[in-house]
T-cell receptor, first 114, second 108 residues
């Protein structure tokens, strides 16, 4: 069974640009979560989508947004990139609603903002 | 503000040692506490704890939650070099909040 996939693997952008990251959950999973892992800062919760709706949001500015498609895949968009947005962006998926139980993580997208 | 604190920040042990990693939390509306192991990139799920005092075990790893003390421990017995990783604790409250992690290095 295929795991969570993310694309692209690596990305280099400059300040002010916009970026879109993509995530495909494990087949049958309806929930998708996005996390940012910046160097030295640990994992920060960004967004949780379930059944196409945003269920919860972390403490990030509105220029971080996303959506979930009918096939449960998801996009994370970051507008007006800043240097501190450089991080590993992880996507995870799970069964079920209203729970973070047993999330399976993808390999991540490494974003570098110059 | 919800907070999860892990200790120690890093740890170096020898193969065969037993280690105990700590996680303490302050969150509103506690639902569960989760432990993950992160090697190169993607964290992998280890345990989810919801009830106080009930130990969860998987091989050489075990974990227990103490809701009164707002904390959890993760024990690893007979450590192996493959246990070298970052161990993350996360608490599901109003949002999922992660600790900064404990970096464990097991020397052969």
């Amino acid at each position: 069974e295929a795991g969570v996939t993310q694309s692209p693997t690596h990305l280099i952008k400059t300040r002010g640009q916009q970026v879109t990251l993509r995530c495909s959950p494990i087949s049958g999973h309806t929930s998708v979560y996005w996390y940012q892992q910046a160097l030295g800062l640990g994992l920060q919760f960004l967004l949780w989508y379930d059944e196409g709706e945003e269920r919860n949001r972390g403490n990030f500015p509105p220029r971080f947004s996303g959506r979930q498609f009918p096939n449960y895949s998801s996009e994370l968009n970051v507008n007006a990139l800043e240097l501190e947005d450089s991080a590993l962006y992880l996507c995870a998926s799970s069964f079920g609603h209203y729970t973070y139980n047993e999330q399976f993580f993808g390999p991540g997208t490494r974003l570098t903002v110059l | 503000e919800d907070k999860v604190v892990q200790s120690p920040l890093s740890l170096v042990v020898h193969e065969g040692d037993t280690v105990t990693l700590n996680c303490s939390y302050e969150v509103t509306n506690f639902r569960s506490l989760l432990w993950y192991k992160q090697e190169k990139k993607a964290p992998t799920f280890l345990f989810m704890l919801t009830s106080s005092g009930i130990e969860k075990k998987s091989g050489r790893l075990s974990s227990i939650l103490d809701k009164k003390e707002l904390s959890s421990i993760l024990n690893i017995t007979a450590t192996q070099t493959g246990d070298s990783a970052i161990y993350l604790c996360a608490v599901d409250g109003n949002k999922l909040v992660f600790g900064a992690g404990t970096i464990l290095r097991v020397k052969s």
